[in-house]
């Protein structure tokens, strides 16, 4: 895992010629629901899924110990991100029980968790990859015209297609 500002540069494609599917995920259902579309899409193509989870931004690093946070003992941003990388493989693996039976063959997940503003890690991680798969978090009716900050900046700066995954709760 890397605490670096900048996120690390996205990787190769697979070295046997598949193609990669970048699918961001932050334990939502929206994001459930994009991972599981993300794998779905990746099983037909016989793509590798790259999952990527950012809980952290750089500006929240920096402001570790300067005061801006409550003065309780916060955990190493390693830690966090380890926790989230964890969260994010039990999320694959949930969904890959889910659908055992539903896909052709094992599939090629990578799990990371990187430091940095969700949107634009994403972008970064995507680069070069088939496609991008991000969930929506739809308000409700009126929240559902609108898309939320990670979806909007994916769209504006798409570095290959991108896939936006309504809330299966309906609000997307």
Do not use: K
Request: glycine share 12%; aromatic share 2%.
């Amino acid at each position: 895992m890397s605490t670096s500002a900048e996120p690390r540069p996205a990787p190769d494609a697979p070295q046997d010629g598949r193609g990669r599917v970048v699918v961001g995920v932050d334990g939502s259902p929206g994001s459930r629901a994009a991972l599981r579309a993300a794998i779905l899409a990746a099983d037909i193509r016989g793509d590798a899924v790259q999952v990527v989870t950012a809980p952290l931004s750089a500006a929240e690093i920096g402001a570790w110990g300067t005061g801006a946070w409550p003065a309780v003992p916060l955990p190493d941003p390693d830690q966090i991100l380890a926790s989230a990388q964890h969260a994010a493989r039990e999320m694959v693996d949930d969904l890959l029980a889910e659908l055992h039976g539903r896909l052709r063959s094992a599939p090629d997940i990578e799990v990371r968790a990187v430091v940095g503003e969700p949107g634009r890690v994403l972008v970064e991680a995507a680069r070069g990859a088939d496609r991008l798969v991000v969930g929506h978090r739809g308000r409700g009716a009126v929240g559902s015209l609108v898309l939320g900050s990670v979806g909007l900046h994916c769209l504006a700066h798409p570095p290959c297609p991108v896939t936006i995954v309504p809330s299966p709760d309906g609000g997307g």
